[in-house]
């Protein structure tokens, strides 16, 4: 196997299944609740502790990258998801605690995922390529989302909650343990010397503010992620409640655009590619998402279900079709040897924009008794960015 298609191949795995992981607890909230006592919303705040533990992460990440290797530090990682997963399943007394506690352990293990992959791929693929196989590679997000929804809660209707989760976690043990056959080979590029100081890593969020393009992706990928987790998050209370669908024809149309998202993914990446001008196709997506954004705001009960699936299905390719691209352009703009660094101080300002898009949003609904007018801000802000890319799409073309 080629060192590209070998890269590509390990890091898709590990993506896989750090998402896997992290979705395998919502999945089973209504048992895991039931079990414990609490009310299942405290997935909401399971699922927040995860991406603050993924936030900070990701920041620390490049230094212990460069020093270990991007896929040790994959292994790492997917044995932290590993072992936070089984803390959930292990939960009894002071559970709350332990969940708490499992949680930061899921978010420290995700984090890193991400920048340890960029490092892997921007050394190995070949540029006119790069971001069809970022792209390809993020797909492992919602495959990972798709998998857990598929045989998590089969497997704990057969065995029992706790059972489900031990069993993802040793997964994680085998996936960890066949990354290393591949480590010899894609783990060249070590540095010993390479600097740990949490200062360090502070100075890389700097450094990315002081690059006019850097800081303009990461400021994108802030919106964006926020585009992204405010649809996945509230489509299905916004049908229910504003346009009184049934919970069931809501779920399907959040598959619809979940699974556009997969195929957006990798056809925005292989426009990129061919366009050789990246911010251009970013423009484009925050534009389109935009405006499906203030379509799903404007819909009414008398709309046809066919009109609002479409709307759906192109809101999720773009608002999820986004981050192998922007993935790819980060890495194109890191110093030499640095794209791990750079992706996970980029990272840094991603997770922030998961962490903001969902409180502000709800609080927005919660202030006018209405997500039209969450989704009305989602579309200004991803639009507006959208047409600042567009505006300087012929500044820097790609390779």
């Known amino acids: 196997m080629s060192s590209p298609a070998l890269a590509l191949g390990a890091t898709l795995a590990i993506q896989v299944y750090a998402s896997f992981v992290c979705t395998a607890a919502a999945v089973l909230a209504p048992a895991i609740a039931e079990s414990l006592a609490v009310p299942p919303s405290y997935v909401g705040g399971f699922i927040g502790i995860v991406y603050l533990g993924a936030m900070v992460a990701s920041l620390l990440s490049g230094a212990y990258i460069a020093r270990h290797g991007a896929i040790r530090v994959s292994q790492i990682c997917v044995v932290l998801c590993a072992i936070g997963i089984a803390g959930v399943a292990a939960a009894g007394a002071n559970a709350l605690v332990v969940v708490a506690i499992a949680a930061i352990v899921i978010g420290v293990g995700y984090g890193p995922i991400t920048p340890a992959s960029s490092d892997v791929l921007a050394r190995t693929t070949p540029p006119s390529r790069m971001s069809l196989v970022f792209s390809i590679k993020q797909t492992g997000v919602p495959a990972g989302a798709a998998l857990a929804g598929a045989i998590v809660a089969a497997t704990a209707l057969l065995a029992g909650w ?73 489509l299905v209370v916004h049908l229910t409640g504003e346009l009184r669908w049934s919970l069931v024809a809501a779920g399907l149309a959040l598959s619809a655009g979940t699974t556009a998202g997969v195929v957006g993914r990798i056809a925005w990446g292989a426009l990129s590619d061919r366009t050789r001008n990246p911010r251009l ?58 794209a791990g660094a750079t992706t996970g101080a980029t990272g840094f300002v991603t997770f922030a924009g998961v962490m903001a898009g969902p409180p502000l949003f709800a609080a927005l609904s919660a202030v006018t008794s209405s997500t039209r007018w969450g989704f009305a801000a989602v579309a200004v802000l991803s639009a507006a960015t959208g047409v600042a890319f567009l505006l300087g799409a012929g500044v820097r073309r790609g390779p």
């Not at 009960?301 to 608002?319: C, E, K, L, N, R």
């Open 162 to 234: 706790r059972t489900a989760l031990a069993i993802v976690a040793l997964a994680g043990i085998a996936v960890a343990i066949a990354a290393q056959s591949v480590r010899a080979a894609l783990d060249t590029h070590r540095r010993a010397d390479a600097d740990l100081a949490i200062g360090r890593a502070l100075h890389a969020v700097r450094d990315i503010f002081r690059h006019r393009e850097l800081a303009s992706i990461a400021c994108l990928s802030f919106v964006y992620a926020a585009t992204q987790v405010s649809l996945t998050s509230f």
């Open 281 to 338: 196709v970013l423009g484009v997506i925050g534009l389109v998402a935009g405006a499906c954004a203030a379509t799903t705001a404007a819909s009414t009960i008398a709309w046809p279900a066919i009109a609002i699936y479409a709307t759906v299905a192109v809101f999720g390719a773009t608002a999820i079709g986004w981050n192998g691209v922007m993935l790819a352009e980060v890495a194109r703009l890191s110093p030499p040897g640095e």
